[in-house]
Nanobody, 124 residues
Framework: QVQLVESGGGLVQPGGSLRLSCAAS????????IGWFRQAPGKQRELVAV???????NYADAAKGRFTISRDNAKNTVYLQMNSLKPEDTAVYYC??????????????????WGKGTLVTVAS
């Protein structure tokens, strides 16, 4: 079983920054299998940032140049640093662990585990 707990969300002004954390426990195959997704009001859940099995990051076009995925292996934690935030970044952000490979959009071929999400609101 895999447990994922997100934290770090909140209200931030446009242009501001937040760092989200995803703490993993249980039998995570690899910390590289943990990525970030988000769901905005009225929209489908979408990929934000994931890693290949080799650890290379892949970002959604909307995240490139502004968001950075990182990890702390000792703490079994994955971070999402979000800079230059825009109102359209407002969403519930989820971390996800995948036991197999992913499609180009981040969908998991194996078993997928989700956290409960953390809300990010970007507004003045």
């Amino acid at each position: 079983q895999v447990q994922l707990v997100e934290s770090g969300g909140g209200l931030v002004q446009p242009g501001g920054s937040l760092r989200l954390s995803c703490a993993a426990s249980g039998t995570v195959f690899s910390i590289n299998a943990i990525g970030w997704f988000r769901q905005a009001p009225g929209k489908q859940r979408e990929l934000v940032a994931v890693r290949t099995s080799g650890g290379s990051p892949n970002y959604a076009d909307a995240a490139k140049g502004r968001f950075t995925i990182s990890r702390d292996n000792a703490k079994n934690t994955v971070y999402l640093q979000m800079n230059s935030l825009k109102p359209e970044d407002t969403a519930v952000y989820y971390c996800n662990a995948c036991s197999g490979g992913r499609t180009v959009t981040g969908n998991c071929y194996g078993a997928a585990y989700w956290g409960k999400g953390t809300l990010v609101t970007v507004a003045s």
